[in-house]
Each structure stands twice: as structure tokens, then as C-alpha cells.
T-cell receptor, first 112, second 114 residues
Framework: EDKVVQSPLSLVVHEGDTVTLNCSYEVTNFRSLLWYKQEKKAPTFLFMLTSSGIEKKSGRLSSILDKKELSSILNITATQTGDSAIYLCAVGLIQGAQKLVFGQGTRLTINP | GAGVSQSPSNKVTEKGKDVELRCDPISGHTALYWYRQRLGQGLEFLIYFQGNSAPDKSGLPSDRFSAERTGESVSTLTIQRTQQEDSAVYLC????????????FGPGTRLTVL
């Protein structure tokens, strides 16, 4: 069975700290790994990674994929209270439906 | 441009009633997905539509759940004889044709079954 596991499940830090969120996967027919941010209900797209070792960056957020270790990390530097959210990792599969298999999410809380 | 929209945003119903949830995908997006998210959990795939092809219903949890889509437009998810365990946020996502895996999500419908 295809599985995506995120850690930690919950993280509380102070504003200005740097955080690293982890995602590991065990799937057949890996195609891509995606990160989403979910603040209220709608997950919003952050990154899609397909190649190992190439960092994607957007402002204070960055992510990298390690296909050998079957994992990815999402880094957030100089955190702000607006970064508080659930961060979802999903793996895209090579198959007809191009389904995404989601992890359970990491709830990140940034305290002022 | 307009994103994915869903209605209603919240729905409270009594156990045993039927409910219908609606999703309007981004114009031109050929693929449409429904997911369920229980409290504190990740997203659980329910059903996938791609153009006029037969839908992938492999994620529907029981025969009380069904969904329809007309062409490449609106989709409705129907839950018959609702149970308390159906309480969740139901999210719809759409994706353009081509190779991207990126799905764009609507704001969801929070369903509460009393």
C-alpha cells in the first residue's frame, strides 16, 4: 500500500526560528512530491519536486527531494506568525488518475 | 482568474438525510478530484474525473457515496443516508491537462452530521 509519513505531527516554535519539516514515502510508481500549506480549509500549492538534489526556493521557504532516501524536507527560515498552518506533503503517482497520496500533515504553530 | 469554488461552505444535517455538495473547477481544467479530510487527518482520495472518461471511483468508502460530473464543468458529490462518521471537510481539486501533478483546491465544504 502506498504510504506517505510526515514528521513531526506538531511543532511549536518562536517567531524568527528556523524549522525543518520531514516527509518520507513508500510508493510504487513515484512521479513527483508536492508540498501544500493549509491555513483554513483550502490547501495552497507551495512546491512540486521531481528531481533529486535540486532545491526549490520561494522567499523564506525551500524544499529538496532525496530519491535515494525516499524523503523530502521543507525548510522555513525566519518564521513569522503567518507561517502557522498545517503543511501537507503529497506524492504523485505514475498511473492513469495521477492521484496524489497525502501524508497526515504537520501542524506548525509560530508564537510571537 | 477564478479559482475552484465549492458550495455550501458549511452543511449541518441529521443522520440519515442525503446531502449534495457542489464543486466548480477552474475553467479549462480537465481533471477533477474529490477528497475527504477528517479532523486532524490528511486528505483521503475519493473519486477522480478526467474529461469524458469513466471516473476512477476506487476511493469511495461505501455505496452511499456517489459523484457526477458533466463534461469538464461542475461536479456534485452526493452522500445518501448520512452517518456521523461522514462528518469531515470535503475538498475538491482540479488540474489542467498535461503532465503536471499540481492540483488546485477549493475552500471545501465542512459537513457535520448530528
Amino acid at each position: 500500500e502506498d504510504k506517505v509519513v510526515q514528521s513531526p505531527l506538531s511543532l511549536v516554535v518562536h517567531e524568527g526560528d528556523t524549522v525543518t519539516l520531514n516527509c518520507s514515502y513508500e510508493v510504487t510508481n513515484f512521479r513527483s512530491l508536492l508540498w501544500y500549506k493549509q491555513e483554513k480549509k483550502a490547501p495552497t500549492f507551495l512546491f512540486m519536486l521531481t528531481s533529486s538534489g535540486i532545491e526549490k526556493k520561494s522567499g523564506r521557504l525551500s524544499s529538496i527531494l532525496d530519491k535515494k532516501e525516499l524523503s523530502s524536507i521543507l525548510n522555513i527560515t525566519a518564521t513569522q506568525t503567518g507561517d502557522s498552518a498545517i503543511y501537507l506533503c503529497a506524492v504523485g503517482l505514475i498511473q492513469g488518475a495521477q492521484k496524489l497520496v497525502f501524508g497526515q500533515g504537520t501542524r506548525l504553530t509560530i508564537n510571537p | 482568474g477564478a479559482g475552484v469554488s465549492q458550495s455550501p461552505s458549511n452543511k449541518v444535517t441529521e443522520k440519515g438525510k442525503d446531502v449534495e455538495l457542489r464543486c466548480d473547477p477552474i475553467s479549462g481544467h480537465t481533471a477533477l478530484y474529490w477528497y475527504r479530510q477528517r479532523l486532524g487527518q490528511g486528505l483521503e482520495f475519493l473519486i477522480y474525473f478526467q474529461g469524458n472518461s469513466a471516473p476512477d471511483k476506487s476511493g469511495l468508502p461505501s455505496d452511499r457515496f456517489s459523484a457526477e460530473r458533466t463534461g469538464e464543468s461542475v461536479s456534485t458529490l452526493t452522500i445518501q443516508r448520512t452517518q456521523q462518521e461522514d462528518s469531515a471537510v470535503y475538498l475538491c481539486a482540479s488540474r489542467p491537462s498535461g503532465g503536471t501533478d499540481t492540483q488546485y483546491f477549493g475552500p471545501g465544504t465542512r459537513l457535520t452530521v448530528l
